[in-house]
């Protein structure tokens, strides 16, 4: 028996990749996540052969998500389902631990091709881009781990430094105190090895996605 995580939180693409896997992958468990609170937790209560992660849900915006399921599972493949088509930044999907890139367009052929690639143990990518990706370099992977130490609202509070907000204006869209956030940025600095917002923009920037694609129904 196989078990599948999918971690997207649209319900249709999640329908869409159920029927596409479950058409063509016998003696399959499939186990589904909305955002990456409710992902940690099921690779907490059972045995995954494979996580197939939307890098834009909910709590797992940019790379964040990926590092941090990386970090606390380190065992666990991961193959990522994104709209992106940024070629370096499907590099350093693949650089930071992804075992696969799966496009959102993909038609049901090709995600079941993928799925049993990656379970066989092959890194899989569209032809597309397979030979367009580059290896990143040693100042990207230690950025990497050194993000992945973040926790979720630590990264949240990077990323509105990285939009520019103040100290009280991500208090107010946290619902948080601003000695909180003044407490997050603290320690935000100190395991990032940095000492000021305009360091925390450029590494968060370094991060960042396109927005989410329309979504594809397969």
């Known amino acids: 028996m196989t078990t599948l995580l999918i971690a997207d939180d649209h319900p249709l693409y999640r329908d869409a990749l159920r029927g596409a896997l479950s058409?063509?992958?016998?003696?399959l468990t499939l186990i589904e996540a909305s955002d990456l609170a409710m992902t940690v937790k099921a690779?907490?209560?059972?045995?995954?052969d494979l996580l197939l992660l939307d890098l834009h849900m909910p709590g797992s915006q940019d790379l964040f998500g990926l590092l941090h399921v990386r970090k606390l599972f380190p065992d666990v493949p991961v193959a990522v389902v994104s709209g992106t088509e940024d070629t370096t930044m499907i590099s350093k999907i693949v650089g930071v631990g992804a075992l696969g890139f799966i496009p959102k367009t993909a038609s049901k052929a090709d995600i079941a091709t993928a799925v049993s690639a990656i379970l066989d143990g092959d890194v899989w990518l569209p032809e597309t881009i397979s030979g367009?990706?580059?290896?990143?370099?040693?100042s990207f992977s230690m950025l990497a781990d050194q993000v992945s130490s973040l926790t979720p609202s630590q990264y949240k509070v990077l990323c509105y430094l990285r939009d520019g907000l103040l100290?009280?204006?991500?208090?107010?869209?946290?619902?948080?105190?601003?000695?909180?956030?003044?407490?997050?940025?603290?320690?935000?600095f100190r395991k990032l090895g940095i000492n000021n917002r305009t360091q925390a923009v450029l590494i968060a920037s370094q991060l960042q996605l396109e927005p989410p694609a329309k979504?594809?129904?397969l």
């Open 167 to 188: 100290n009280k204006q991500i208090g107010y869209n946290l619902d948080i105190a601003e000695a909180t956030v003044k407490a997050h940025i603290t320690a935000i």
């Open 132 to 138: 367009k990706i580059e290896a990143v370099d040693e």
């Open 215 to 217: 979504i594809n129904t």
């Open 43 to 48: 690779l907490e209560s059972c045995d995954v």
């Open 23 to 27: 058409s063509s992958l016998p003696a």
